[in-house]
């Protein structure tokens, strides 16, 4: 199994940018997809990014496609999230999962969760 922590979270203004950073610990970090998923207060959790185990393909949800990069560097058992444009729809808890069987936007293929670092955009 694998421990994972999000940190990076802040609080920042429209148009800002943020990176956020998940470690992982445990097995190789390489054995596992991975992904970001965010939720905002008063809705459902819902998929932001997906990034495959050699970070050869990425997805990306529609509302910050363009504006946000997914990346992973397996040497460091670490995966990344740069935020660029924030906008006050962006703000949300951002939480990291993996699973090791698939590549995928929905967090019930995902088996291991980190605790959560909150994003906050506003003037």
Do not use: H
């Not at 997906?50 to 397996?74: H, L, Q």
């Not at 962006?90 to 969760?113: H, P």
């Amino acid at each position: 199994q694998v421990e994972l922590v999000e940190t990076g979270g802040g609080l920042v203004q429209p148009g800002d940018s943020l990176r956020l950073s998940c470690v992982a610990s445990g097995r190789s970090f390489s054995d596992y997809f991975s992904g970001w998923f965010r939720q905002a207060p008063g809705k459902d959790r819902e998929f932001v990014a997906a990034i495959s185990r050699t970070a050869k393909t990425t997805d990306y949800a529609d509302p910050v496609k363009g504006r946000f990069t997914i990346s992973r560097d397996n040497a460091k058992n670490t995966m990344y999230l740069q935020m660029n444009s924030l906008k006050p729809e962006d703000t949300a808890v951002y939480f990291c999962a993996a699973n090791r069987r698939m590549y995928s936007r929905t967090e019930n293929n995902y088996d291991y969760w980190g605790q959560g670092t909150q994003v906050t955009v506003s003037s």
